[in-house]
């Protein structure tokens, strides 16, 4: 595809734990503000992770070459970035730091798939250093995941500075965030990417109204898990798209990103908004089907079969004659 793309995020390893109950059970609705859990796992999987990570590897499924922006620490050089660029992945954008460790997720998930998590930020820090466009200066879209702070308003400004379309993702870090902070990273965005919590945790904390988001943004795309996704154009009525059916759901950690993926490969393909909808949320079905973030198989006919399955067979034609999938 000649559509370049620049995704800048978080590069990290996944400690993954599955919690045998429910964590509600353990929760005392008076005494949250002294909550003191220990919760016995049943397992631990070590992944790969990171959400620009996971967007790179996603998109690289998809037949398309990303160049993946972020900070890692020299573990990464052992086996992470081998990985990355045996799946298609242009990791030369990469910032190796001489003495932080490379960002770690630690996540515990329950049987109802709810999430305790913690982020240890590591060598993330230094992706403030990076000059985007020192890297390349032709991207047709830059997506600005989630990063450390510092860098991820740096390269929104020099995004917006020098007039490159680009994606707002800020999603983990809308938690931390101030209503300010929030209204840079999103100002000016081609698209705005969140799900329906974060959505709302947008408009609480900027003070703009959902009407207001729309009229700084082009394209809010928000995500409803099962209940599939809501594109809302700068132009046009909303396009809803349903999720994929028959999802056996095994471990949540990494579906956006896939989803993200998916949506800026139909994007890059001309395929419209419904189109690439759609392809997100296929996508998203097979990371959610998997434990790791990176370890499902995107086969070509298997893809395009669930693909048609959902969403029919001119839909189906359409994306078989756009993306190169393996």
């Known amino acids: 595809m000649g559509v370049h793309l620049a995704i800048t995020g978080s590069i990290a390893t996944d400690h993954l734990m599955t919690f045998p109950g429910k964590f509600v059970d353990s929760l005392v609705p008076d005494q949250l503000d002294k909550i003191s859990l220990s919760f016995l796992v049943d397992d631990l999987d070590v992944r790969r992770g990171g959400c620009g990570a996971n967007i790179s590897f996603a998109l690289a499924k998809l037949g398309h070459r990303a160049l993946l922006v972020g900070a890692v620490g020299r573990d990464f050089e052992t086996e992470y970035r081998g990985w990355l660029d045996d799946a298609g992945v242009d990791t030369s954008g990469i910032l190796v730091s001489e003495t932080l460790h490379t960002a770690r997720f630690v996540c515990t998930t329950d049987t109802e798939l709810a999430q305790f998590a913690t982020f240890y930020a590591g060598a993330m820090s230094e992706s403030r250093d990076i000059d985007l466009f020192a890297l390349g200066s032709d991207f047709d879209l830059v997506l600005i995941g989630p990063d450390d702070p510092d860098g991820m308003l740096r390269h929104t400004r020099a995004c917006r500075e020098r007039g490159v379309p680009f994606a707002a993702d800020p999603s983990q870090q809308l938690a931390w965030a101030e209503g300010d902070v ?5 100002d ?11 959505a709302s945790l947008i408009q609480q904390k900027t003070g703009w109204t959902a009407d207001d988001v729309r009229a700084h943004v082009g394209t809010q795309i928000i995500t409803r898990g099962k209940n ?3 594109v809302l154009p700068a132009d046009g009525d909303a396009v809803e798209v349903d999720a994929i059916e028959g999802v056996i759901a095994v471990d949540p950690t990494g579906v956006g990103d896939s989803f993200r993926a998916g949506f800026l490969a139909g994007i890059a393909a001309d395929l419209g908004f419904e189109r690439s909808a759609q392809i997100g949320c296929t996508i998203a079905a097979s990371v959610v089907e998997t434990k790791g973030t990176q370890e499902y198989v995107l ?3 298997s893809f395009l079969k669930r ?6 067979e001119t839909a189906r034609a ?5 993306l190169s999938l393996a």
Do not use: C, K, P
């Open 182 to 186: 929030i209204r840079d990273l999103i």
């Open 188 to 198: 000016g965005a081609t698209y705005l990417f969140s799900n329906d919590y974060e």
């Open 228 to 230: 599939g996704v809501t």
């Open 299 to 301: 086969e070509r006919e």
């Open 307 to 312: 693909f048609g399955a959902a969403y029919g």
């Open 318 to 322: 359409e994306v078989d004659a756009a």
